[in-house]
């Protein structure tokens, strides 16, 4: 396992972007990993978690909480609008609201529990049609109507092109949302999180240099 390495380069991150150290938060991503895996992670104290299934989540994570207590799980999948009530059972923070039936059912779900997880909103930073996300040019609209549903984001999370180089994209989304006075940034993967730090990232989604390579099979 390779956990204490990425913390050790985070903090490292952190130092060199002269930012306070444990400014920004690691989520481990632990979608389609064994259980071993996962509970050798848990097992050297790390309790912040990021899945991308509602259904997966449901089928682990209960009795994770129970055996090792409190932590944090972060939705950072795409969400359907049917599993959006279980996702606010599951999950302590969404990284991906990105379209209005979403902010709607959301919006629904707040006024009748009366609290929701923290909300990201995902920006699709390279306009990629077949990727989910708020484009740029519609942000500001989307923010102002999510506003009036009374749902507070705190936050913009973006998944950059693959095999694009991420800077350009991490430095769009900070001046986003400075421009929006929101705080949060969810972006950097094993890959880039380093250079996403750089440009004020708040929080890094690491999968497999943490856990190892997925097995979809």
Same mark, same amino acid.
């Given at each position: 396992?390779?956990?204490?390495? %990425?913390?050790? @380069?985070?903090?490292?991150?952190?130092?060199? *972007? /002269?930012?306070?150290? /444990?400014?920004?938060?690691?989520?481990?991503?632990? #979608?389609?990993?064994?259980?071993?895996? =996962?509970?050798? =992670?848990?097992?050297?104290?790390?309790? %912040?978690?990021?899945?991308?299934? =509602?259904?997966?989540?449901? /089928?682990?994570?209960?009795?994770?909480?129970?055996? &090792?207590?409190?932590?944090?799980?972060? $939705? %950072?999948?795409?969400?359907?609008?049917?599993?959006?009530?279980?996702?606010?059972?599951? &999950?302590?923070?969404?990284?991906?609201?990105?379209?209005?039936?979403?902010?709607?059912?959301?919006?629904?779900?707040?006024?009748?529990?009366?609290?929701?997880?923290?909300? &990201?909103?995902?920006?699709?930073?390279?306009?990629?049609?077949? #990727? *989910?996300? =708020?484009?740029?040019?519609?942000?500001? /609209? +989307?923010? @102002?109507?999510? @506003?009036?549903?009374?749902?507070?984001?705190?936050?913009?999370?973006?998944?950059?092109?693959?095999?694009?180089?991420?800077?350009?994209?991490? !430095?769009?989304?900070?001046? $986003?949302?400075?421009?929006?006075?929101?705080?949060?940034?969810? $972006?950097?993967?094993?890959?880039? +999180?380093?250079? !996403?730090?750089?440009?004020?990232?708040?929080?890094?989604?690491?999968?497999?240099? %943490? +856990?190892?390579? @997925?097995?979809? *099979?």
């Amino acid at each position: 396992m390779a956990l204490t390495d %990425i913390q050790d @380069r985070l903090r490292a991150a952190e130092r060199a *972007a /002269g930012r306070a150290e /444990g400014s920004v938060t690691l989520i481990a991503v632990s #979608k389609v990993q064994p259980a071993d895996r =996962v509970e050798a =992670v848990l097992q050297q104290g790390h309790r %912040i978690f990021g899945e991308n299934y =509602v259904q997966e989540a449901a /089928g682990k994570w209960p009795a994770w909480r129970d055996r &090792f207590g409190p932590l944090q799980l972060h $939705m %950072i999948g795409p969400l359907q609008t049917n599993k959006a009530k279980l996702a606010l059972d599951l &999950f302590d923070v969404i990284h991906t609201l990105d379209r209005p039936s979403l902010a709607q059912k959301l919006a629904s779900l707040q006024q009748a529990r009366g609290s929701l997880p923290q909300l &990201f909103v995902q920006v699709n930073t390279g306009a990629e049609p077949q #990727k *989910a996300g =708020v484009l740029p040019t519609d942000l500001t /609209g +989307f923010l @102002r109507d999510c @506003r009036a549903m009374d749902l507070s984001p705190v936050g913009l999370m973006c998944i950059p092109p693959e095999g694009e180089d991420s800077t350009p994209h991490f !430095a769009m989304l900070a001046r $986003m949302a400075a421009d929006h006075g929101l705080s949060g940034l969810s $972006m950097g993967m094993s890959g880039d +999180f380093e250079a !996403a730090v750089a440009h004020g990232a708040t929080h890094v989604r690491v999968g497999s240099a %943490i +856990f190892g390579a @997925r097995s979809y *099979a």
